[in-house]
C-alpha cells in the first residue's frame, strides 16, 4: 500500500485560510470515515486535530475543520494564526487494521 | 493527565536488536489499544505496530513484520516492541501512541526514542 498523497507544502497569510488536500484511494480514503489530521510542530509529538474525517477532539480550536469527498480528505485551517505553522499529517484506516500515512505538508504563515 | 514515556532506544549495528519500552500513566492502561509509529529524520510518519488492550489480537506493518514484536503488560501499564534484524533504514524515533475508535486515530502521544542503526 502506499503513502497517502499530500502537497508538500501549503501557505496562507494570518486570517486567511488554507486548505490541505490528503488523496488516497477506495481502498483507504474512500472506503471508510476514519481519516484523521495530526499537526507537528519541529521538535514535538504530533497532536490530533480531526478524527473521523471531520470531527474535532476537545481543546482543539474550530478554527480547524476537516471534510471527506470521495477518495481525497480534506483539512481547512481558517483564520490562520502564527502558532498554526507546522507539518499536518493525513492518516486512514486502510481496512485489515493497517493504517496510512501521507507524506505531510509543511505550512507557513507568511 | 495522560502520559506516554518511552525509552531504549539508541545506536546499534546493522543485524542488532532492541527493545523499546513505553511506560503509560494517568489513564487506565488496560482499556486502550497501542501503537508503535515511527518517523525517520526529516521524513513523514509511518505506522509500524498495533496491539489490542488485552494483548490478543498484534498486528504489523509489512515493512517490519517477522522482524519485530509488540507485545504489553498491563500490570506494569507498559507497552514494548522488540526489534530484531534491524537495517539502517529502521533508524528512526519511535513513538508509543494510544489508540481511540479506530487504529489511525491516536489521542496521545509519547515525546518519542530515537533508534539509530548504523555500523
Known amino acids: 500500500q502506499s503513502a497517502l498523497t499530500q502537497p508538500p507544502s501549503a501557505s496562507g497569510s494570518p486570517g486567511q485560510s488554507v486548505t490541505i488536500s490528503c488523496t488516497g484511494t477506495s481502498s483507504d480514503v474512500g472506503g471508510y470515515k476514519y481519516v484523521s489530521w495530526y499537526q507537528q510542530h519541529p521538535g514535538k509529538a504530533p497532536k490530533l486535530m480531526i478524527y473521523e474525517a471531520s470531527q474535532r477532539p476537545s481543546g482543539v480550536p474550530d478554527r480547524f475543520s476537516g471534510s471527506k469527498s470521495g477518495n481525497t480528505a480534506s483539512l481547512t485551517v481558517s483564520g490562520l494564526q502564527a502558532e498554526d505553522e507546522a507539518e499536518y499529517y493525513c492518516s486512514s484506516y486502510a481496512g485489515s487494521n493497517n493504517v496510512l500515512f501521507g507524506g505531510g505538508t509543511k505550512l507557513t504563515v507568511l | 493527565q495522560v502520559q506516554l514515556v518511552e525509552s531504549g532506544g539508541g545506536l546499534v549495528k546493522p543485524g542488532g536488536s532492541l527493545r523499546l519500552s513505553c511506560a503509560g500513566s494517568?489513564?487506565?492502561?488496560?482499556?486502550?489499544?497501542m501503537n508503535w509509529i515511527r518517523q525517520a529524520p526529516g521524513k513523514g510518519l509511518e505506522w509500524v505496530s498495533y496491539?489490542?488492550?488485552?494483548?490478543?489480537?498484534?498486528h504489523y506493518a509489512d515493512s517490519v513484520k517477522g522482524r519485530f514484536t509488540i507485545s504489553r503488560d498491563n500490570a506494569r501499564n507498559s507497552l514494548y516492541l522488540q526489534m530484531n534484524s534491524l537495517r539502517a533504514e529502521d533508524t528512526a524515533v519511535y513513538y508509543c501512541?494510544?489508540?481511540?475508535?479506530?487504529?489511525?486515530?491516536?489521542?496521545?502521544w509519547g515525546q518519542g526514542t530515537l533508534v539509530t542503526v548504523s555500523s
Open positions: 494517568g489513564f487506565s492502561f488496560s482499556g486502550y489499544y
Open positions: 501512541a494510544r489508540v481511540v475508535t479506530t487504529v489511525n486515530n491516536v489521542d496521545y
Open positions: 496491539i489490542s488492550s488485552s494483548g490478543s489480537t498484534t
